[in-house]
């Protein structure tokens, strides 16, 4: 069983940062891909950013240049580093993340979510 806690979470103000983390336990090979999303209340849970295997990132139209999504594979950790904040950008962000869980006999994978960590920018 795969299990992902995020961390970093909190109050700032408009124009502050946070750095938001995701580490992973349990069965695990390696994170394949990860990924943050969010929900503010009374709207639908969006992807903010993903990156994969290699590396490659894709990030929200809102969140481009504020966000920086990345990983630290040894680690099991995949962060969200969240800078110039907007009152708008406050929601739960909660981390998803495709683990490989077996290579052989079989290639085995689990999607995983953590429980959330709640982001409150105010003005």
């Known amino acids: 069983q795969v299990q992902l806690v995020e961390s970093g979470g909190g109050l700032v103000r408009a124009g502050g940062s946070l750095r938001l983390s995701c580490v992973a336990s349990g069965r695990i090979v390696s994170i394949n891909r990860g990924g943050w999303y969010r929900q503010a209340p009374g709207k639908q849970r969006e992807l903010v950013a993903s990156?994969?295997?290699?590396?490659?990132?894709n990030y929200a139209d809102s969140v481009k240049g504020r966000f920086t999504i990345s990983r630290d594979t040894a680690k099991r950790t995949v962060f969200l580093q969240m800078n110039s904040l907007k009152p708008e950008d406050t929601a739960v962000y909660y981390c998803n993340a495709q683990i490989i869980t077996r290579l052989a006999p079989t290639f085995d994978t689990e999607d995983a979510w953590g429980q959330g960590t709640l982001v409150t920018v105010s003005t």
């Open positions: 990156i994969t295997a290699s590396g490659s990132t």
